[in-house]
């Protein structure tokens, strides 16, 4: 096999608490993630030439060791001693820095696919140890689906699948530190907790309005302070019809829950207009696990 060509896809959390920080600075999590099907393109080609090179779309993100997706190759390359080289092309559609593990995501398929490419043979579980090294969210990303994520996010349970129904991802023009966010955390004491247990309850009956009442975050509260445009987007899908809305992750990405698509639509519009956000997705859950 010469080449591969691979979809990168983002994630969102239905759920998010913190628990407690440990002593080496993680955080233990639970967590309910969901992937969604909005991606990044990658491409693997080999090469008889040895190294690895990397090509992305956008000039400012790093080519080099600072990418994840290149540390998942030269992983595999160090490890097995594998022959020759390879060259992979990242074509980014998923938001940088937004809470939708992007950059995770990649990293991931660039596992997966070398995986496949030189015969490797690794199981799942052996790609998501390895994929571990890279970032808490990698072994998510390899594994997909609707999950339940604890520990630092590396213990994954398969959950069943969430309804179908459209998802609104809205990424307002801001940056957020996920250091600074838990920093943040870390200096308050956490009063309300999502219900994380009663989400899972929604999942097993398929009731979509359950699981939308069910959502939480409790990284909002640090983050909206910092960014009150999250709040301002939250409210502009809820007003539209969305059964909830809530930011991914450590933010700044907001996304919502339709069951009408048009009302995602008529929303995605009111945040372009009002300004709120330009890269603004009328996407779908994507429930398929890898293969």
């Known amino acids: 096999m010469k080449q591969m060509e691979l979809k990168a896809l983002a994630k969102i959390n239905l759920c998010l608490d913190v628990l407690g920080r440990r002593e080496n600075g993680y ?139 459209t998802v609104l991802i809205a990424k307002p023009p801001v940056s957020v530190s996920t250091k600074a966010v838990y920093e943040a955390l870390d200096a308050k004491e956490i009063t309300e907790h999502p219900d994380v247990d009663r989400l899972i309850e929604g999942l097993k009956e398929q009731n979509l309005k359950k699981i939308a009442a069910c959502m939480g975050n409790v990284l909002e509260e640090v983050t909206i302070p910092m960014c009150p445009v999250i709040e301002e987007i939250k409210q502009v899908m809820k007003d539209a019809g969305a059964v909830n809305a809530m930011m991914s992750g450590s933010g700044p990405t907001v996304f919502g829950l339709f069951e009408n698509k048009d009302e995602a639509r008529k929303a995605r519009q009111m945040i372009w207009e009002k300004g709120f956000a330009k890269q603004v997705y009328v996407t779908n859950v994507h429930n398929a696990r890898r293969r």
Not at 30 to 58: A, C, H, S, W
Not at 94 to 117: C, E, H, K
Not at 133 to 144: E, F, K, Q, S, T
Request: hydrophobic share 45%.
């Open 27 to 165: 955080h233990d999590v639970r967590m309910v993630m969901q992937t969604v099907f909005l991606y990044d393109n990658v491409k693997i080609e080999r090469k008889d030439e040895p190294g690895i090179e990397l090509k992305v779309n956008l000039s400012y993100l790093p080519s080099g060791e600072g990418n994840l997706a290149y540390k998942a190759a030269a992983m595999l390359f160090e490890e097995f001693a594998l022959p020759g080289g390879v060259r992979i092309t990242l074509h980014k559609h998923i938001p940088v820095a937004a809470g939708l593990a992007g950059g995770s995501s990649d990293a991931a398929a660039v596992l997966f696919g070398m995986n496949r490419m030189f015969g490797l043979r690794l199981s799942e579980g052996e790609l998501m140890k390895r994929g571990v090294l890279l970032g808490a969210d990698v072994p998510y990303c390899i594994m997909r689906g609707t999950v339940l994520a604890e520990g630092i996010g590396e213990e994954l349970s398969i959950l069943p699948a969430m309804p179908k129904c």
